[in-house]
């Protein structure tokens, strides 16, 4: 059981390039979410999903866009990355339903934007 | 003004003390205290929650929540070396809403043996 693995674990891009990040659950989890860590900024939510092909906008989305095409994968993509999307990516996913608080969060995607 | 507020240390302390960590909130609609915990280079991982007001003890650690101050803690009693991490308060309403929950920017702690 390896509850959310993330893919990449790092990525180095130029400022421009696109990239895709993987996000994977495996706790039959109808909420998954996408948020990205910074120094002094604490976890920002950037998109969630609460079903399988549904995606709705965070805090922060400008800059990305996401995709749930199947209940067990919340995909994040940069389509042109900025040196301000340097940071530190988590996905989470939980039950729906419930206490909302308990959040099982994967190990990370460093990003840096040259 | 950040709706969460939380001293980022670092805070370093000697192995056996207690640790008071600390979080000022003001969205009077919070109703869900957690903890997370996230050691270096991993996700965080839930450690403690309470509901509304009042303590709640787990082993060596004690949550507590003062709703009338918005003011929550989290105590460590006999602290370990392997309670070095980075904590983070988090909090949500009792709306259920799937956006969530609003977190602190964390505080950085070091037991040192």
């Known amino acids: 059981n390896a509850g959310v693995t993330q893919t990449p674990k790092f990525r180095v891009l130029k400022t421009g390039q696109s990239m895709t990040l993987l996000c994977a659950q495996d706790?039959?989890?109808?909420?998954m979410y996408w948020y990205r860590q910074d120094p002094g900024m604490g976890l920002r939510l950037i998109h969630y999903?609460?079903?399988?092909?549904?995606?709705a906008k965070g805090e922060v989305p400008d800059g990305y866009n996401v995709s749930r095409l199947k209940k067990q994968n919340f995909l994040l993509g940069l389509e042109s990355a900025a040196p301000s999307q340097t940071s530190v990516y988590f996905c989470?996913?939980?039950?729906?339903?419930?206490?909302?608080?308990?959040?099982?969060f994967g190990e990370g995607s460093r990003l840096t934007v040259l | 003004q950040k709706e969460v507020e939380q001293d980022p240390g670092p805070l370093s302390v000697p192995e056996g003390a207690i640790v008071s960590l600390n979080c000022t909130y003001s969205?009077?609609?919070?109703?869900?205290f957690m903890w997370y915990r996230q050691y270096s280079r991993k996700g965080p991982e839930l450690l403690m929650y309470?509901?509304?007001?009042g303590n709640k003890e787990d082993g060596r650690f004690t949550a507590q929540v003062d709703k009338s101050s918005k003011y929550i803690s989290l105590f460590i009693r006999d602290s370990q070396p392997s309670d070095s991490a980075t904590y983070l308060c988090?909090?949500?309403?009792?709306?259920?809403?799937?956006?969530?929950?609003?977190f602190g920017s964390g505080t950085q702690l070091t037991v040192l043996p």
């Open positions: 989470a996913s939980r039950q729906s339903g419930g206490f909302t608080g308990e959040l099982f």
């Open positions: 706790m039959n989890h109808e909420y």
């Open positions: 999903s609460v079903g399988e092909g549904t995606t």
């Open positions: 969205n009077s609609a919070f109703q869900y």
């Open positions: 309470t509901y509304s007001s």
């Open positions: 988090a909090m949500s309403d009792s709306s259920g809403s799937a956006r969530q929950l609003t």
